[in-house]
């Protein structure tokens, strides 16, 4: 008897990063459902009538729309959103941390397994203290970028996953991320890793949210 093939949720999935995981995740077996607040965008970017991807059109903030794309079985979520991050940009403070407690809510709800959240260097593990290297450049991030609201809600996401119990995660962190082509194979790393291409990390958020040594870890990403 054949098999269901495992489901994946991906929130994100038009962004820099996100983009790279449905053509990644379909080949690998995975049913994927691709939650985005516009599906002709999605379809002019992955080009594909595969019948393993379903477009699910809804926006994160509706903690409804969340949970309803949460249901029918499925096991994994890769969570690649975020906010436009350079001062000019309009932002709301707590928008991505209310957007993962939506989808730990539909996780509840629909007993899904893991998440595997991308947030950034500059966001420590619990009890981790950042080096004064890293410390300077979350300093530049915030102030002369003014990519605050991303990087300070990362932290409030890490803490909320820290608080709970209910369900299981992986936040990765990579340095920068630059280029859309493929170069390297990623692999998790316990010491902040180089420049990385947002191809390179789709792949890797693939592969890493159906990685058990990961569960529940806040891990660097290297070559
Ligand atoms: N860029 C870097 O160098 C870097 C380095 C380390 C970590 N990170 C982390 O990676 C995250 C993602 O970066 P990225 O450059 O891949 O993302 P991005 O290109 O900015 O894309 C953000 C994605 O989130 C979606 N999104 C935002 N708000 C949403 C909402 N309310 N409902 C549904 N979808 C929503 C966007 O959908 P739309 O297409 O509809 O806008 C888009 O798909 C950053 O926020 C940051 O935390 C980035």
């Given at each position: 008897?054949?098999?269901?093939?495992?489901?994946?949720?991906?929130?994100?999935?038009?962004?820099?990063?996100?983009?790279?995981?449905?053509?990644?995740?379909?080949?690998?077996?995975?049913?994927?459902?691709?939650?985005?607040?516009?599906?002709?965008?999605?379809?002019?970017?992955?080009?594909?009538?595969?019948?393993?991807?379903?477009?699910?059109?809804?926006?994160?903030?509706?903690?409804?729309?969340?949970?309803?794309?949460?249901?029918?079985?499925?096991?994994?979520?890769?969570?690649?959103?975020?906010?436009?991050?350079?001062?000019?940009?309009?932002?709301?403070?707590?928008?991505?941390?209310?957007?993962?407690?939506?989808?730990?809510?539909?996780?509840?709800?629909?007993?899904?397994?893991k998440?595997?959240?991308?947030?950034?260097?500059?966001?420590?593990?619990?009890?981790?203290?950042?080096?004064?290297?890293?410390?300077?450049?979350?300093?530049?991030?915030?102030?002369?970028?003014?990519?605050?609201?991303?990087?300070?809600?990362?932290?409030?996401?890490?803490?909320?996953?820290?608080?709970?119990?209910?369900?299981n995660?992986?936040?990765?962190?990579?340095?920068?991320?630059?280029?859309?082509?493929?170069?390297?194979?990623?692999?998790?790393?316990?010491?902040?890793?180089?420049?990385?291409?947002?191809?390179?990390?789709?792949?890797?958020?693939?592969?890493?949210?159906g990685d058990e040594s990961l569960v529940?870890?806040?891990?660097?990403?290297?070559?």
């Open positions: 008897m054949q098999q269901d093939k495992p489901r994946l949720i991906v929130f994100g999935a038009t962004g820099n990063t996100g983009r790279h995981v449905i053509p990644y995740a379909l080949p690998q077996g995975y049913k994927v459902r691709a939650f985005v607040r516009s599906p002709d965008k999605l379809r002019a970017m992955m080009n594909t009538d595969n019948q393993d991807l379903e477009i699910y059109q809804g926006d994160l903030q509706d903690k409804e729309q969340v949970l309803n794309a949460c249901s029918d079985g499925a096991e994994h979520i890769i969570f690649v959103a975020g906010l436009p991050n350079f001062k000019w940009h309009k932002q709301t403070r707590g928008a991505m941390l209310q957007a993962v407690k939506n989808v730990h809510a539909g996780m509840v709800k629909h007993q899904v397994k998440i595997l959240y991308l947030a950034g260097t500059p966001n420590p593990a619990p009890q981790q203290k950042l080096s004064i290297g890293i410390k300077m450049l979350k300093l530049f991030l915030i102030v002369c970028l003014g990519d605050q609201w991303n990087i300070r809600d990362n932290d409030d996401v890490i803490e909320f996953f820290t608080s709970q119990n209910k369900v995660y992986v936040v990765i962190r990579p340095l920068f991320l630059f280029g859309q082509t493929q170069r390297h194979q990623l692999r998790a790393s316990n010491t902040v890793g180089p420049m990385v291409s947002f191809t390179d990390l789709g792949q890797f958020a693939v592969r890493a949210v529940n870890k806040f891990t660097y990403v290297s070559k």
